[in-house]
Nanobody
């Protein structure tokens, strides 16, 4: 079994910064794409950023130039550096990973439990 554990959320003023982390733990697996999604109250979950195992990145237009996604493959960890935060960035942020269990030719979609980011104006 694989678990994704997020950390780094909190309350910050507009213009401030936060760094989210998500570490995958377990055994006999490897990870393909990792990413961050967010969901604000009353809204659908939306993509924030993704990063492939080779380091290719993709960002939502709303965060381009402000957020940076990165990963440490040796630690099975993905990060989201969020700068110049805005009140509209307030949401629960969820880590996502494509996980392949060694010995099984199946790609599983794993999610973290979510971490709250609140940006005050």
């Amino acid at each position: 079994q694989v678990q994704l554990v997020e950390s780094g959320g909190g309350l910050v003023q507009a213009g401030g910064s936060l760094r989210l982390s998500c570490a995958a733990s377990g055994s006999d697996f490897y990870i393909t794409t990792m990413g961050w999604y967010r969901q604000a109250p009353g809204k659908q979950r939306e993509l924030v950023a993704t990063i492939s195992s080779s380091g290719s990145t993709n960002y939502a237009d709303s965060v381009k130039g402000r957020f940076t996604i990165s990963r440490d493959n040796a630690k099975n960890t993905v990060y989201l550096q969020m700068n110049n935060l805005k009140p509209e960035d307030t949401a629960a942020y969820y880590c996502n990973a494509g996980v392949v269990l060694i010995g099984y030719d199946v790609l599983y979609d794993y999610w973290g439990q979510g971490t709250q980011v609140t940006v005050s104006s």
